[in-house]
């Protein structure tokens, strides 16, 4: 055992970097039980990368374990008209029915993994908008900005039309996951229904 005048004590260690350094294993004979469940559940001891012990409370614990799971849809007190700039933009879900681990921002339309995983991401639209036969819309689920999912074509007859996609994705924490329209019109009138105009993104590993 050794001191050094920051009393930091060592234990099997001539130069302790902790007010208790331990070089070696921990052995606790005797514990008392906590029964108090909203100081259990604040104060849950964990090593960290350094060995250092901290406390961590349990909701983040588990919050760290939860799978993505997500559906948002496109809100709004009247139905939704965008322009299309070059052929392409992002549609504008900006609403959340729920957002397990707070990964979507309403803001930018973006969804951010925050843990490795695969995702099946689903992603549907209606609009309003008359289309002609030659006029083409569709949407497209992208990467980190590249398309990896999509369904374009030009009206049949079906009016007004819908467009859905739907992928199995590798993400790392991280990279991002957004949807855009793709059409030959100059702006889309979009239902803002969250049962027509939705996505959902769920991790399943």
């Known amino acids: 055992m050794s001191f050094s005048s920051l009393?930091?004590?060592?234990?099997?260690?001539?130069?302790?970097?902790?007010?208790l350094d331990i070089n070696g294993t921990l052995r606790i004979r005797e514990f008392s039980?906590?029964?108090?469940?909203?100081?259990?559940?604040?104060?849950?001891?964990?090593?960290?990368?350094?060995?250092?012990?901290?406390?961590?409370?349990?909701?983040?614990?588990?919050?760290?374990?939860?799978?993505?799971?997500?559906?948002?849809?496109?809100?709004?007190?009247?139905?939704?008209?965008?322009?299309?700039?070059?052929?392409?933009?992002?549609?504008?879900?900006?609403?959340?029915?729920f957002d397990m681990n707070d990964e979507f921002d309403t803001n930018t339309a973006t969804f951010t993994a925050k843990q490795d995983g695969i995702y099946h991401v689903f992603a549907q639209i209606k609009t309003r908008s008359t289309i002609a036969?030659?006029?083409e819309?569709?949407?497209?689920?992208?990467?980190?900005?590249s398309i990896i999912s999509k369904n374009s074509y030009a009206n049949v007859g079906i009016s007004p039309p819908i467009r859905s996609t739907q992928s199995l994705v590798k993400l790392n924490a991280n990279e991002t996951i957004s949807f855009n329209i793709i059409s030959s019109l100059e702006s889309i009138s979009m239902y803002a229904n969250k049962d027509e105009s939705y996505f959902t993104i769920h991790q399943i590993r």
């Open 33 to 97: 039980e906590e029964t108090n469940v909203a100081i259990a559940k604040d104060s849950i001891l964990v090593i960290s990368r350094n060995g250092n012990v901290s406390r961590i409370s349990s909701k983040k614990i588990i919050e760290s374990s939860l799978v993505t799971s997500i559906k948002g849809h496109i809100e709004s007190s009247t139905n939704v008209s965008i322009p299309v700039i070059d052929g392409v933009v992002k549609v504008p879900y900006n609403d959340m029915e």
């Open 133 to 135: 036969v030659s006029q």
């Open 137 to 145: 819309v569709g949407i497209m689920i992208l990467k980190n900005g």
């Open 7 to 19: 009393a930091q004590v060592g234990i099997g260690t001539t130069e302790p970097t902790a007010a």
